[in-house]
């Protein structure tokens, strides 16, 4: 007979799992900009801050002429009914921040919100989850808080380092510029039909393996191959953090729905189950306006907007880079597909979906 700690269903004690938790966009832009660039402005050592960063991935902040701290934090809640997978899942989820600066992590703290009637069991099978993931990434788990919560919440925050010519930005990404994915998307769909009880087993594994890969291997291949423009895909899903990246760079973008990987299983709930994260939902409804959708299936819509936990990277970079980095992702195992391309074609953040395949059509030469 099962033990209390592998047969407390996790997912049953939130309403949104991971990612899809996260503050609405149209209620984060409004936020940030009440705050504005007061809270960076604040205290002795303000000028350490690397200035333009305020929506990247991670804060970078200048020790010296060749070394940049990276720090930042993630937290949520459950995305696995197993406690050590979500263990794992969050940990992952955490250093991908810094690698989507171009760094490498090497220091964590753990964030803890756990509910009294949970065993103490179920708490250690979430630490070894993600002490085991901390480990293979190099990165040393030295402490951390706890509080009481009736929704379990756990996460990290992440410290690494950055050599200031190979960090990547949001702000960096220039028309020409090819677009990269580096895994599917849908995880945030299995994840909402499991809690609904309807995501076969086959579902749910594929989408805990995408989230339990390291965007460790791609995010050094990226910098190694000189790409200085990244972010990676959370709680927004492509579209949401796409706009962002082009906000940021002041560009537009094409993108081709063909070319976007997506987890079949993910595809199937939302056109078959009608499943579809409420996250999800409202992000598409927030970018109605900055987004031509074409003529694009509204399952398919859904899932370009789909909440990621640890989700992969988004990348821009010049052709002769994007060729580059897609030979040594090919090289080493890494999934990486083009899927877009930045573009100079109207207001800052809009994005066209447009029909076929990468390659086809007018594009900026490069």
């Given at each position: 007979?099962?033990?209390?700690?592998?047969?407390?269903?996790?997912?049953?004690?939130?309403?949104?799992?991971?990612?899809?938790?996260?503050?609405?966009?149209?209620?984060?832009?409004?936020?940030?900009?009440?705050?504005?660039?007061?809270?960076?402005?604040?205290?002795?050592?303000?000028?350490?801050?690397?200035?333009?960063?305020?929506?990247?991935?991670?804060?970078?902040?200048?020790?010296?002429?060749?070394?940049?701290?990276?720090?930042?934090?993630?937290?949520?809640?459950?995305?696995?009914?197993?406690?050590?997978?979500?263990?794992?899942?969050?940990?992952?989820?955490?250093?991908?921040?810094?690698?989507?600066?171009?760094?490498?992590?090497?220091?964590?703290?753990?964030?803890?919100?756990?509910?009294?009637?949970?065993?103490?069991?179920?708490?250690?099978?979430?630490?070894?989850?993600?002490?085991?993931?901390?480990?293979?990434?190099?990165?040393?788990?030295?402490?951390?808080?706890?509080?009481?919560?009736?929704?379990?919440?756990?996460?990290?925050?992440?410290?690494?380092?950055?050599?200031?010519?190979?960090?990547?930005l949001q702000s960096n990404a220039?028309?020409?510029?090819?677009?990269?994915?580096?895994?599917?998307?849908?995880?945030?769909?299995?994840?909402?039909?499991?809690?609904?009880?309807?995501?076969?087993?086959?579902?749910?594994?594929?989408?805990?393996?995408?989230?339990?890969?390291?965007?460790?291997?791609?995010?050094?291949?990226?910098?190694?191959?000189?790409?200085?423009?990244?972010?990676?895909?959370?709680?927004?899903?492509?579209?949401?953090?796409?706009?962002?990246?082009?906000?940021?760079?002041?560009?537009?973008?094409?993108?081709?729905?063909?070319?976007?990987?997506?987890?079949?299983?993910?595809?199937?709930?939302?056109?078959?189950?009608?499943?579809?994260?409420?996250?999800?939902?409202?992000?598409?409804?927030?970018?109605?306006?900055?987004?031509?959708?074409?003529?694009l299936p509204v399952a398919r819509?859904?899932?370009?907007?789909?909440?990621?936990?640890?989700?992969?990277?988004?990348?821009?970079?010049?052709?002769?880079?994007?060729?580059?980095?897609?030979?040594?992702?090919?090289?080493?195992?890494?999934?990486?597909?083009?899927?877009?391309?930045?573009?100079?074609?109207?207001?800052?953040?809009?994005?066209?979906?447009?029909?076929?395949?990468?390659?086809?059509?007018?594009?900026?030469?490069?």
């Amino acid at each position: 007979m099962p033990d209390a700690a592998a047969s407390a269903n996790l997912l049953s004690m939130t309403v949104a799992g991971g990612c899809a938790g996260k503050i609405p966009m149209e209620r984060m832009d409004a936020l940030l900009e009440t705050l504005g660039a007061w809270p960076a402005t604040l205290g002795s050592r303000a000028d350490h801050l690397v200035p333009g960063t305020q929506r990247d991935d991670a804060a970078l902040y200048t020790l010296s002429s060749d070394v940049t701290l990276a720090c930042s934090t993630d937290f949520g809640t459950p995305v696995s009914q197993d406690a050590e997978t979500w263990g794992r899942i969050a940990a992952v989820n955490a250093v991908s921040d810094i690698y989507a600066m171009g760094g490498d992590p090497f220091l964590a703290l753990g964030i803890l919100g756990w509910p009294p009637q949970l065993p103490h069991e179920t708490v250690s099978r979430l630490m070894r989850g993600a002490v085991s993931a901390l480990t293979e990434c190099s990165v040393q788990l030295a402490g951390g808080h706890s509080i009481d919560s009736e929704t379990p919440v756990f996460g990290l925050c992440v410290v690494g380092t950055v050599r200031p010519e190979h960090a990547m930005l949001q702000s960096n990404a220039r028309p020409g510029y090819r677009i990269i994915l580096t895994k599917p998307l849908g995880t945030g769909i299995v994840i909402a039909g499991q809690k609904a009880e309807v995501a076969c087993a086959k579902a749910v594994s594929e989408a805990e393996s995408v989230m339990l890969t390291s965007n460790r291997a791609a995010g050094r291949l990226a910098r190694d191959t000189g790409i200085d423009a990244a972010t990676d895909i959370t709680g927004y899903g492509l579209v949401g953090h796409l706009r962002t990246m082009l906000l940021a760079s002041e560009c537009t973008a094409t993108v081709f729905p063909a070319a976007v990987p997506l987890l079949r299983h993910a595809v199937e709930l939302c056109e078959e189950q009608g499943i579809v994260p409420n996250s999800a939902e409202r992000t598409y409804f927030a970018l109605e306006e900055r987004v031509d959708w074409s003529d694009l299936p509204v399952a398919r819509r859904f899932a370009l907007c789909d909440p990621q936990t640890s989700g992969g990277l988004l990348l821009a970079a010049p052709a002769d880079r994007t060729r580059a980095f897609l030979g040594r992702c090919a090289e080493h195992g890494v999934p990486a597909v083009e899927i877009g391309e930045v573009t100079d074609d109207g207001p800052a953040g809009t994005v066209v979906m447009r029909p076929g395949s990468v390659g086809t059509g007018e594009r900026t030469p490069g």
